[in-house]
């Protein structure tokens, strides 16, 4: 098996699993309480917050631990629902790309009197910092940007977005699950408030993740513990998965430069070659690059070819042992077209005739190469007449 969808998940890194299996075997105790076996699982969470701190660029103090991005997106926009409201500030600025549970989460506070101006992106699916600068108000409370498009790998501009959001002291809230692991958060020095990340984008385990907030002014989604996450997060801590957060945190920070390095290649030799097998088979000009160009930095491409299905040739390959991705992991089973796509100015058709290919470190230029001539022949195929 090939694969290429790094983007949706990632595989455990050894070194995370190694770290886990402590905590899913013999340190079981609760990090709640006092005695030994409790006290052990406790220094545990505090190493792993250390460690993720080191990814945000912050201290272990502004680290929540939570189940996920989508979890850590809906306590931003949620969790500050009283505060926004006591300040008169309703008006919420989100960008057209972001990944649904953004969207979702700040669709949720309509029903409270909220009004939402959407940033739509240029047509290579960058949001600009002066769209963000003109759309912010007087009663503006919070904008939510994401670093990294999950669909596209388009990254913006946040450090900029940051320096106006301070400017007007407006919140700034940021999804960086596809950044971590591939760009410095440097949250401070961007100006950031809120940041997501989720273990499993970055060979860490699923069903953790964490957010970075830089004053505890919200109210917490999930109630109870008031000791528990400096009372934010409510729940036992899942020990084995935070301690793998951590770890694959560690591992992320000191390898990234290396990483991305190899990871880019792949992308790079991948499009080079699937260019190069489409050139032959005659069709090379129904090839095209949504949002960022092939030789950017970063592990996702979104590729459309004209008169293609996206999920047939997704099938296809399926059959030949390579894995890609038609649109987002958490929109795979709906028939409607990327919002990302169409809100980049991409037709509906367009939208379906596209795919998105991801790496890891794990993909080697051998494999991107077979996946690349997988797909070419998969495309010329499709593209026979009936």
């Given at each position: 098996?090939?694969y290429l969808?790094?983007?949706?998940?990632?595989?455990?890194?050894p070194?995370?699993l190694a770290?886990?299996?402590p905590?899913?075997?013999?340190?079981y105790?609760?990090?709640?309480?006092l005695y030994?076996?409790?006290r052990s699982?406790?220094?545990a969470?505090?190493?792993?917050?250390?460690?993720v701190?080191?990814?945000?660029?912050?201290?272990?103090d502004?680290?929540?631990?939570?189940s996920?991005?989508s979890?850590s997106?809906n306590?931003v926009f949620?969790?500050?629902?009283?505060?926004?409201t006591e300040?008169?500030?309703?008006?919420?600025?989100?960008s057209a790309?972001?990944?649904?549970?953004v969207l979702r989460?700040?669709?949720?506070?309509?029903k409270?009197?909220?009004y939402?101006?959407y940033?739509?992106?240029?047509?290579?699916?960058?949001?600009?910092?002066?769209?963000?600068e003109?759309?912010i108000q007087?009663?503006?409370?919070l904008?939510?940007?994401?670093?990294?498009?999950?669909?596209?790998?388009?990254?913006n501009?946040?450090n900029?977005?940051?320096?106006t959001c301070?400017?007007?002291e407006?919140?700034l809230?940021?999804?960086?699950?596809?950044?971590?692991?591939q760009?410095?958060?440097s949250?401070y020095k961007?100006?950031v408030?809120?940041?997501?990340?989720?273990s499993?984008k970055i060979?860490?385990p699923?069903?953790?993740?964490?957010?970075?907030?830089?004053e505890p002014?919200?109210?917490?989604?999930?109630?109870g513990?008031s000791?528990?996450e400096?009372?934010?997060?409510?729940?036992?801590?899942?020990v084995a998965?935070i301690?793998?957060?951590g770890?694959?945190?560690?591992?992320?920070?000191?390898?990234m430069?290396?990483d991305?390095?190899?990871?880019?290649?792949a992308?790079?030799?991948?499009?080079?070659?699937?260019?190069?097998?489409?050139?032959?088979?005659?069709i090379?000009d129904?090839?095209?690059v949504?949002?960022s160009?092939?030789?950017?930095?970063?592990?996702?491409i979104?590729?459309r070819?004209?008169g293609?299905?996206a999920?047939?040739?997704?099938?296809m390959l399926?059959?030949?042992?390579v894995c890609?991705s038609a649109?987002?992991a958490?929109?795979?089973?709906?028939?409607?077209p990327?919002?990302?796509?169409?809100?980049?100015?991409?037709?509906?058709?367009e939208?379906?005739?596209?795919?998105?290919?991801?790496f890891?470190k794990?993909?080697t230029?051998?494999e991107?190469?077979?996946?690349?001539k997988?797909?070419?022949?998969?495309v010329?195929?499709?593209?026979?007449?009936?």
């Amino acid at each position: 098996m090939i694969y290429l969808d790094s983007a949706a998940t990632t595989k455990i890194a050894p070194e995370v699993l190694a770290a886990m299996m402590p905590y899913l075997t013999d340190e079981y105790g609760n990090a709640g309480t006092l005695y030994g076996l409790g006290r052990s699982a406790a220094e545990a969470v505090q190493k792993a917050r250390e460690q993720v701190a080191t990814l945000f660029g912050c201290t272990p103090d502004h680290v929540v631990f939570t189940s996920g991005g989508s979890e850590s997106n809906n306590t931003v926009f949620k969790g500050l629902r009283h505060k926004l409201t006591e300040q008169g500030k309703k008006h919420l600025i989100v960008s057209a790309i972001e990944h649904d549970s953004v969207l979702r989460a700040a669709e949720s506070l309509t029903k409270d009197g909220f009004y939402i101006t959407y940033i739509k992106p240029s047509s290579d699916g960058r949001i600009s910092p002066k769209a963000v600068e003109a759309a912010i108000q007087e009663d503006t409370g919070l904008v939510s940007v994401m670093f990294t498009n999950n669909e596209t790998g388009v990254t913006n501009d946040i450090n900029e977005i940051g320096r106006t959001c301070r400017q007007n002291e407006v919140l700034l809230h940021t999804d960086c699950v596809q950044a971590a692991g591939q760009y410095p958060l440097s949250v401070y020095k961007n100006d950031v408030d809120f940041a997501s990340i989720s273990s499993h984008k970055i060979h860490g385990p699923k069903g953790v993740g964490a957010l970075y907030i830089r004053e505890p002014s919200i109210i917490p989604l999930v109630c109870g513990g008031s000791e528990q996450e400096f009372g934010l997060r409510g729940g036992t801590e899942n020990v084995a998965g935070i301690v793998g957060l951590g770890a694959a945190a560690e591992i992320a920070v000191v390898n990234m430069q290396e990483d991305i390095i190899v990871v880019s290649m792949a992308k790079q030799k991948f499009y080079m070659e699937l260019l190069h097998e489409l050139n032959e088979f005659g069709i090379g000009d129904t090839l095209h690059v949504n949002g960022s160009s092939a030789i950017d930095i970063g592990k996702a491409i979104n590729l459309r070819f004209d008169g293609v299905d996206a999920q047939t040739l997704l099938l296809m390959l399926d059959s030949k042992g390579v894995c890609i991705s038609a649109v987002s992991a958490c929109r795979s089973h709906e028939s409607e077209p990327s919002h990302v796509l169409t809100a980049m100015g991409l037709t509906a058709e367009e939208a379906r005739s596209s795919v998105r290919v991801s790496f890891s470190k794990y993909n080697t230029v051998d494999e991107a190469e077979k996946a690349a001539k997988d797909m070419a022949s998969c495309v010329c195929v499709l593209r026979m007449p009936a």
